[in-house]
Structure formats: structure tokens, C-alpha cells
């Protein structure tokens, strides 16, 4: 009996030491890059020591970024190590992955209290915040780690960066010459020219020609200046002409008017516009106003938005809606509601009056469909549009009692091509129409096309082509001239900094005039 005793006491002294050796195995697996063989191993650790957490780790890192296990694992070492900060941060990056990005910010915020002077902390949930969208949040992660290391000049980088990302250009500016005054560094200096670059006055001359298949053509062309007026607005003068013509007749359109823009942050945008347009036919001229206004309230991936338009403009679509104005006054609203996951639910709204010396005509319509947005600027969506007019009309354009759209369409916004980005909003799908006193028409094929390609030639100079295709009543911004329309256009445009401030007198007056900048 006591042979027995004491060889089971033997055994279980042995056990740690046996778990030590699986552990130190697993350890030169790993090292050597055989993970198969590293699993094995560190399982085997775990069988013999289930609360071994440096087992626990690596197994964690061993599994797929983002799976299940790698997350029960990490979890299972954090608890075990309370005081690690980067078992948090390890935890955050899988949960990442894995699309879970709240409770991944709030590990990095909980590293974050236990190491608040630790780089990885900022650089890591830096890069979960870019990648999620949350412009914002990402700006005052880095303003967190400036004023933790105020004297780290790579800190001070990454915030210019993030504010460059959120357009703040002027504040990016101040981030990148207070990353000089610690440490010169060309990659500073560089970032810090671009910032300047596209803070100045620009200009944006541009040219576009339209056409539809009733033979309306619109050969457009004018001049834009823009003004930085604040940190986070800049406002402009727009001056445009516009000819229109068809085989018989002609006008022509000149517009001037005053805009702004303000984005107080990455998810808050307001845009206004006021003016004037002076219509002619011949000999005959008419003023008509130009207002228009658009708040934009975008939340990340897995957020809400909602936006709300409002315009009154004449239409110019034809030279008979010139000779003759119509007045188009319209509010249109936009909510989007997170359903789960990447799935979100849209509704679209919009009432306007038609005012013209032959009637006054009310439209109203809405839109409907779930979307799948798998990226911040990318998703696809089916939607159901319903668009009614209060009463038939011989004012120039289209008025129905109904038209019905039911399609597929996306959009996609891309920058990962630099300097090359685009955006493209595309539909397609099936139109029927009901014109007052008739029978509704049968279903046809439509589709619809919006796409911008921009390229920066240097910052501040970047040249874009915009191309525009409907084939639908209800299609776009624009109030169709017939039924059976289809409508394309074009614009090119160049947008320049005029004399950009450059980098040796912005430091110069940074410093107060008191001190020559780094060479």
C-alpha cells in the first residue's frame, strides 16, 4: 500500500514538470515555424495545465484571426492575466476581425487605462478605428496619445493623418509642424506641404456636355473659387453659363451663386448655396433663384445616417422650360437604421411643388429596401420607388399619376488606388408608369448610372471626369421632359490651389517669427 502511495505522489509531482516540457517543446515548434506541430503541443500543455497561459496565448495566435476559438481563448487569458494590457489589445485586434468592433474598442480602452503611456495602445486601436470608418473617434484617439507623449513625434503623425483623414486640413497642418519642431523628418515635411496644399484658395474651372433622346442638348461651362474661412468650413463663389438647344430653338442660362461648406465632424457635413440664375430665350430674360441646402449625418458601418435636401432652382432641362421657367421647390429626407450586423434598413422621402406660369403641380414619392453595407463606402441595396405628380401638366416636362421602380443598385467609394479614386451609384432593374386617365403601362428594364473618377496629379490639383446615364422618369435629381427618356452627361474639371502657403513661412509664423525652422 505504501508503494502504491508513493508512486502515485511521484506521479503528480511529475505532472508540472512534464507540463513544463510540452510547454518548452511547443515553444521551439513554434519559433521554428511549425505550427501543426506547435498546436499539438500546446494543447497537450493545456490538457496537462488547463490555466497554463502562455498556452493559452499562443494557441490563440495560432488560430484564424477573428474564429471563435481565438477569441474564447484570449478571453480565457485575459481573466487569467488581469494586469497584461497587450492580452486587451490581443483580445481587441481578434475581435476586430471578427466584426465585433464595440468590444474591441472597449479592450483597447481597458489596455489603455493600464498602460496609458503605451504606444501600441494608440497605434492599435488607430487601426481598428480607420478601418471601421469612425473618422472621428480615430482623431481623438491620437489627440488621447499626444497628450499623453506630447513630445513623441511619430504621436504627432498620426494625429496629422487622422485629420487629413477627417479633411480637418488646417488642423493636420499644426499636428505635422509640431511633429518638426521635435524631430525634422522629410516624411513630416512632406505631409505637411500637402496639408498647406489643399487648406489654400482654389479654383475649379469645368466643362460638361448632356444630352437626352429627345434631342435636348446643355453644353455647360464655368468657374468655381473656394476659400478656407474657418478650421472646418471653406466657402466659395460658383459663376456658370449654360446653353440649351434643340433642332429648332435655343437659351441659354447664366447662374452665380455663393456656397459653403461646414464639417464640424467626419459624420456632420452642411453644405448651402444661394444665388441667382438669369434665364433667356431670344430676346426675352427672366431671374429665377437658387437655393439649396444639405445635411448630412453619417454614422460608421454599423450606425444610422440621415440626411435631409431642400433646393429651389428653375429647370432647365429644355429650351422650352427656359423660354417658359418652371420653378422646382423640393425637400427630400433619408434615414438609414442599423437591422444587425453589416444589414441596415433605408427609407427615402421627398415633396415638391412645380411652379410655372401655367400651373402650380405637387409631386411627392419615397423610396424603400433593406442595403448591405459590407464596408463604410461600399453596399448594395434592393429597393422599391413610388413617384406621383398631383395632376397632369403642359408646362414642359413629365407629370404621371405614377411610376414605379423596383431595382438593385450600389455604391461603391474607393481610395485605396492613390491617386486614383472613384465613386460609383448604379441601379438597375424594372419601371412601370401610369399616366392620368390611362392604364398602367407593363414593367420594363431600366438601370441608372453615377460615377466619378478623380486623380491628384499633386496635392491640391486633382483632375476629375464625371459621367452621368438614366433612363427613367424618376431617375436622379433631374424631372424628366417625357416618359420614354433617357438622359447622359459628362463634366470635366480641374481643381488647383492657387499659391499655397509654403512650409517654411507657415513654421516661420508658427514660432512667432522668433526662430528659423529646420532646413
Keep these: 500500500m505504501r508503494a502504491v502511495l508513493a508512486l502515485l505522489v511521484f506521479l503528480l509531482a511529475s505532472l508540472p514538470a512534464a507540463g513544463q516540457t510540452l510547454l518548452q517543446r511547443a515553444d521551439a515548434a513554434y519559433s521554428a515555424g511549425d505550427r501543426e506541430l506547435a498546436q499539438r503541443l500546446y494543447r497537450a500543455a493545456l490538457a496537462s495545465d488547463p490555466d497554463n497561459s502562455r498556452a493559452l496565448y499562443r494557441l490563440a495566435q495560432l488560430a484564424p484571426k477573428g474564429s471563435f476559438e481565438g477569441v474564447a481563448l484570449l478571453r480565457r487569458y485575459v481573466a487569467l492575466e488581469p494586469g497584461d494590457p497587450w492580452g486587451n489589445m490581443a483580445l481587441g485586434d481578434a475581435l476586430a476581425k471578427a466584426g465585433r468592433t464595440d468590444e474591441a474598442i472597449e479592450q483597447y480602452g481597458i489596455a489603455r487605462r493600464k498602460a496609458p503611456a503605451e504606444s501600441d495602445v494608440y497605434t492599435g486601436l488607430g487601426r481598428i478605428l480607420r478601418d471601421a470608418g469612425r473618422t472621428d473617434e480615430l482623431v481623438a484617439n491620437y489627440e488621447q496619445w499626444v497628450s499623453r507623449q506630447p513630445k513623441n513625434a511619430d504621436a504627432w503623425i498620426e494625429l496629422g493623418r487622422a485629420r487629413q483623414r477627417a479633411k480637418r486640413y488646417t488642423e493636420a497642418a499644426d499636428a505635422f509642424a509640431e511633429s518638426l519642431s521635435i524631430k525634422e523628418d522629410e516624411r513630416a515635411r512632406k505631409m505637411l506641404e500637402n496639408a498647406l496644399a489643399e487648406s489654400a484658395f482654389s479654383l475649379r474651372p469645368f466643362f460638361g456636355l448632356a444630352h437626352d433622346s429627345d434631342e435636348n442638348r446643355i453644353k455647360r461651362w464655368g468657374l468655381e473659387g473656394e476659400w478656407q474661412l474657418t478650421e472646418r468650413?471653406?466657402?466659395?463663389?460658383?459663376?456658370?453659363?449654360?446653353?440649351?438647344?434643340?433642332p429648332f430653338t435655343s437659351g441659354t442660362v447664366d447662374a452665380l451663386a455663393l456656397y459653403a461648406k461646414w464639417q464640424p465632424l467626419s459624420m456632420l457635413k452642411l453644405d448651402a448655396l444661394a444665388g441667382g440664375a438669369r434665364l433667356t430665350a431670344g430676346q426675352a430674360s427672366q431671374n429665377r433663384p437658387l437655393l439649396g441646402l444639405r445635411l448630412r449625418w453619417n454614422r460608421p458601418a454599423d450606425g444610422p445616417a440621415a440626411e435631409l435636401r431642400a433646393v429651389e432652382n428653375p429647370l432647365v432641362a429644355t429650351p422650352g422650360l427656359v423660354a417658359q421657367p418652371v420653378e422646382l421647390k423640393e425637400i427630400k429626407a433619408g434615414l438609414d437604421l442599423p437591422v444587425g450586423g453589416p444589414v441596415r434598413a433605408r427609407a427615402r422621402g421627398q415633396a415638391g411643388v412645380l411652379d410655372s406660369a401655367i400651373d402650380v403641380n405637387h409631386r411627392s414619392g419615397y423610396q424603400l429596401g433593406p442595403v448591405y453595407r459590407w464596408r463604410p463606402a461600399a453596399e448594395v441595396g434592393v429597393f422599391y420607388s413610388r413617384l406621383g405628380y398631383e395632376h397632369a401638366?403642359?408646362?414642359?416636362?413629365?407629370?404621371?399619376?405614377?411610376?414605379?421602380?423596383?431595382?438593385?443598385?450600389?455604391?461603391?467609394?474607393?481610395?485605396?488606388?492613390?491617386?486614383?479614386?472613384?465613386?460609383?451609384?448604379?441601379?438597375?432593374?424594372q419601371q412601370r408608369v401610369q399616366k392620368f386617365g390611362e392604364d398602367v403601362r407593363n414593367w420594363i428594364a431600366t438601370y441608372r448610372?453615377?460615377?466619378?473618377?478623380?486623380?491628384?496629379?499633386?496635392?491640391?490639383?486633382?483632375?476629375?471626369?464625371?459621367?452621368?446615364?438614366?433612363?427613367?422618369?424618376?431617375?436622379?435629381?433631374?424631372?424628366?421632359?417625357?416618359?420614354?427618356?433617357?438622359?447622359n452627361a459628362a463634366m470635366l474639371s480641374l481643381r488647383f490651389g492657387v499659391r499655397p502657403q509654403s512650409t517654411r513661412s507657415f513654421l516661420t509664423e508658427r514660432a512667432g517669427g522668433d526662430s528659423q525652422p529646420a532646413r
Design 233 to 246: 468650413s471653406r466657402v466659395g463663389l460658383h459663376a456658370e453659363r449654360a446653353a440649351v438647344w434643340d
Design 393 to 429: 401638366t403642359a408646362g414642359g416636362y413629365f407629370a404621371p399619376e405614377r411610376a414605379e421602380t423596383i431595382e438593385l443598385g450600389t455604391y461603391i467609394e474607393y481610395e485605396g488606388w492613390a491617386p486614383l479614386t472613384f465613386a460609383v451609384d448604379a441601379g438597375a432593374g
Design 449 to 487: 448610372l453615377w460615377g466619378m473618377v478623380s486623380y491628384a496629379l499633386k496635392p491640391g490639383v486633382s483632375l476629375d471626369i464625371e459621367v452621368e446615364h438614366y433612363d427613367s422618369p424618376i431617375a436622379g435629381n433631374a424631372v424628366a421632359p417625357t416618359a420614354n427618356w433617357t438622359y
